[in-house]
């Protein structure tokens, strides 16, 4: 009864305001009752909303794109990884990072009924009625599990085509049960798959450590207590995506990250050549992005008809862990580019500055000192 009261009190006493003052009440309660997440804005847009289009001289032209059958998109089959031509699978590993920062994986040792289920929960839970999806919702960057919209919609100027749902992974026992309970079979499909990924992460480390001439476990070390994180992505149909990015141009600040597609394109990547590259997604395929090794700068478009479900898991350093390069790495010639800080400070000013700029590595650059 107080809730009635106060609600009918505030009625009786609009019913006196002036038709401007109404005019203002009634637009801060369309705002209250307005969709929070993009999701139930899309089911329902004819247009795209003038808080998601880009700038003209930033939009994807995405006419102009190669596609994937015409640039050579590197792909290892890491079948040998653990035997006897491992020497061979490193060597493609390390050309890959060198030349491109990016490469596809085959034979990765993920089962497909585990990449089905993932896929599968993943796009149950976006399916969920909007009650359900926001008990897990927060715009604050520093929760381990949240559900979210854009990339940071507290410091953001224009918002991107995508909904996310943020989950922290190892250890798994830490963060499991602050996940989403619904739909019932997310959390167990979720930990098998994050488990599998972070095998596979491990490999890889090994392998490009190998590449550098470095000890197998070097970069594992390097990442100390190391941490996982994952984001179940979805972009729904937008009605002009020719106005906006489902996430613009950007690098990933984590030590690798395992990109798992569903079967709807929306992946591109810069090529050698300064011209996007559509990444279409292949069955049973990871995409894998990684001054040596340089990080891909790409984005994520969307499409008009269909919706589009991307899992990337980031492999990470814990905060606490001290970036420098290898010893081994810096001589004369080549000079650490870098100063040295810690990952937690380098993941804040990523958080911070948002995807308004494609890198802040360059933040840390000696020269700027």
Not at 252 to 261: F, S, Y
Request: hydrophobic content about 40%.
């Amino acid at each position: 009864m107080l809730e009635m009261r106060q609600v009918e009190g505030f009625l009786f006493s609009a019913l006196s305001l002036s038709s401007s003052s109404l005019a203002v009440i009634s637009l801060l309660l369309k705002k209250l009752t307005a969709a929070v997440l993009l999701a139930d804005v899309a089911c329902h847009a004819k247009h795209v909303p003038s808080r998601y289009i880009r700038p003209p001289s930033s939009r994807p032209n995405i006419a102009d794109v190669d596609a994937s059958g015409s640039a050579i998109i590197p792909l290892v089959d890491l079948r040998d990884l653990s035997g006897p031509g491992r020497a061979a699978v490193v060597k493609a590993i390390g050309s890959a990072c060198r030349g491109h920062g990016f490469f596809q994986v085959a034979n990765h040792g993920i089962p497909d009924d585990v990449i089905t289920s993932m896929l599968r929960v993943a796009r149950e839970f976006f399916r969920q009625p909007e009650s359900e999806r926001l008990k897990m919702y927060s715009d604050d960057p520093s929760r381990t599990t949240r559900l979210s919209t854009s990339f940071n919609t507290r410091t953001e100027e224009v918002a991107s085509w995508r909904d996310f749902l943020r989950l922290h992974c190892f250890p798994l026992e830490d963060y499991v049960h602050e996940w989403p309970a619904n739909p019932p079979a997310f959390r167990e499909a979720v930990a098998e798959y994050a488990m599998n990924a972070r095998r596979l992460a491990l490999s890889l480390l090994g392998a490009i450590s190998e590449s550098l001439g470095l000890e197998t476990d070097w970069l594992a070390a390097a990442l100390g207590k190391q941490a996982q994180h994952m984001a179940v992505n979805y972009y729904p149909p937008c009605p002009e995506p020719e106005l906006t990015y489902g996430l613009p141009g950007h690098k990933d600040p984590n030590a690798i990250t395992l990109l798992l597609q569903d079967g709807v394109s929306g992946l591109q990547v810069l090529g050698q050549n300064g011209r996007w590259i559509a990444v279409d997604p292949v069955p049973g395929n990871l995409v894998l992005s990684n001054d040596r090794y340089k990080s891909v700068l790409h984005r994520a478009v969307v499409n008009n008809s269909t919706e589009r479900i991307s899992v990337p898991t980031f492999y990470c350093p814990s905060p606490e862990a001290v970036i420098k390069p290898a010893p081994a790495l810096v001589d004369e010639e080549h000079p650490a580019a870098y100063r040295e800080f810690t990952y937690g400070e380098y993941y804040d000013k990523f958080w911070d500055r948002g995807l308004q700029r494609e890198s802040c590595l360059d933040m840390f650059r000696v020269a700027n000192l």
